[in-house]
């Protein structure tokens, strides 16, 4: 029986890839970091029903013996190192964090399975953000890379130390070059997951406005769920190797919130505020993925639409905010305060 080891099994994409792997007879072992309200880590794989059917461990990707301690006594079949401190924006304002997490904790997994099961294969989440500022108007695995944050940055070193063991060490090691991918399980403050939920609390009267950044932005979304069957395909493979997985649509933030605020006869205009301390540092204007190798070689393609998307965003968080209204935190968190709007980064 095939078993596999996931770091991030808490986040969003853990959460799916357990599913996926447990349907496929997957013996699934997640690693969660300690914290002081343990209950609430469990909550993604609580919300698909498979909390009971994940084998939890505890280490922290920045701690080399915990994850060779894990590598040791697991002894996975695949391992999939999704950890990672993954929002751009907290990226500036912790920027060693993030390098430590984001970079070096991707060194310390491939440590970890050289060293005590170097027969594993190994999957690293590297991102559409190594493109940054595009060198090419649609980017595919050859583009150059242009980094534009301290997350892209860390992505960057720990999708070159992934191709590095490969070459060096024979290891079996893929990176997914994932475009961004959202689902109703989506941290609060990705742009995608803030909207659907400030659409929702407007539409049950709880919130009047919806506070933004940059707007213009374009984005290629997909749906978590598809992305994380491109994860597995890429183990699946004899060889490894690099693929980049998008749909190959980009639309602005702005046409997102439309497609939001229509789903529930709602005007954006009406709503929407724009707020200067939510801008960048730096942005990534544009980015549009080239999937035609992921397709020829995986035979991987992307099964839902934006709108569909976006509208089970929207349909799941009126669901959850209907079931918890009355409950003192559904009501007490503004959805206009970005937890990020109060540290300015121009301050
Ligand atoms: P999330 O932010 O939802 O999940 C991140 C996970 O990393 C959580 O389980 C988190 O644990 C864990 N983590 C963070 N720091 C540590 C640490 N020090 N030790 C152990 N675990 C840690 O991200 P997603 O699920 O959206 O993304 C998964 C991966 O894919 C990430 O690496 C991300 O950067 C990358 N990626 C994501 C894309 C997307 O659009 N979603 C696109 C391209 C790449 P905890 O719950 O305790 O915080
Ligand atoms: P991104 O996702 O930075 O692309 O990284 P995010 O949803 O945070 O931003 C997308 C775009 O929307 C603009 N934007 C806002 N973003 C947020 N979060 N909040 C706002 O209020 C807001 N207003 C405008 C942003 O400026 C940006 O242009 C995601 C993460 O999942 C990464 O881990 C992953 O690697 C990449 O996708 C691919």
Redesign the pocket.
């Known amino acids: 029986m095939k078993s596999a080891l996931i770091?991030?099994?808490?986040?969003?994409?853990?959460a799916y890839l357990a599913q996926f792997l447990l349907a496929q007879g997957y013996t699934v072992h997640g690693?969660?970091?300690r914290?002081s309200s343990q209950d609430r880590?469990a909550q993604r794989l609580a919300w698909l029903g498979i909390a009971d059917r994940v084998h939890c461990v505890e280490?922290?990707?920045?701690d080399l013996s915990s994850l060779i301690r894990l590598v040791r006594t697991i002894q996975p079949t695949e391992v999939y190192n999704?950890?990672?401190?993954?929002?751009v924006r907290a990226s500036w304002m912790q920027p060693v964090l993030t390098g430590i997490?984001?970079g070096l904790?991707c060194t310390n997994v491939l440590e970890a399975v050289r060293l005590a099961a170097p027969d594993a294969r190994f999957y690293q989440?590297?991102?559409?953000?190594m493109f940054g500022q595009v060198q090419q108007p649609v980017q595919c695995e050859t583009t150059p890379f242009y980094p534009r944050s301290p997350?892209g940055v860390a992505?960057l070193y720990a999708h070159w130390m992934t191709i590095n063991y490969r070459e060096s060490f024979g290891l079996h090691a893929s990176t997914g070059i994932?475009?961004?991918?959202?689902s109703p399980l989506?941290?609060i403050e990705f742009v995608t997951r803030k909207v659907t939920d400030a659409v929702a609390r407007i539409k049950l009267g709880m919130a009047h406005e919806l506070r933004l950044g940059n707007i213009d932005a374009k984005r290629d979304w997909g749906h978590?769920r598809d992305y994380v069957r491109a994860m597995w395909l890429m183990l699946q493979q004899d060889a490894p190797d690099d693929y980049v997985v998008a749909t190959g649509r980009s639309v602005t933030v702005r046409e997102m919130c439309e497609i939001a605020f229509d789903h529930v006869g709602l005007s954006l205009a009406d709503h929407l505020v724009i707020d200067p301390d939510l801008f960048r540092p730096a942005e990534v204007d544009v980015l549009i993925g080239d999937a035609s190798k992921a397709r020829r070689v995986l035979g991987w393609e992307p099964t839902v639409s934006l709108e569909e998307m976006v509208r089970e965003m929207v349909d799941a968080d009126l669901q959850r905010l209907s079931r918890d209204r009355g409950r003192p935190w559904a009501v007490r968190r503004p959805v206009a305060r970005d937890p990020h709007a109060f540290l300015s980064l121009r301050k």
């Not at 770091?7 to 853990?14: A, C, L, R, S, V």
């Not at 280490?59 to 920045?62: A, K, Q, R, T, V």
């Not at 999704?82 to 929002?87: C, D, K, N, V």
């Not at 989440?125 to 953000?129: F, N, Q, V």
């Open positions: 770091t991030g099994i808490t986040g969003q994409d853990g690693m969660t970091r914290s880590s280490g922290d990707i920045s999704l950890a990672a401190q993954s929002f997490t984001t904790g989440a590297s991102s559409s953000e997350y992505k994932l475009f961004n991918h959202e989506r941290g978590a």
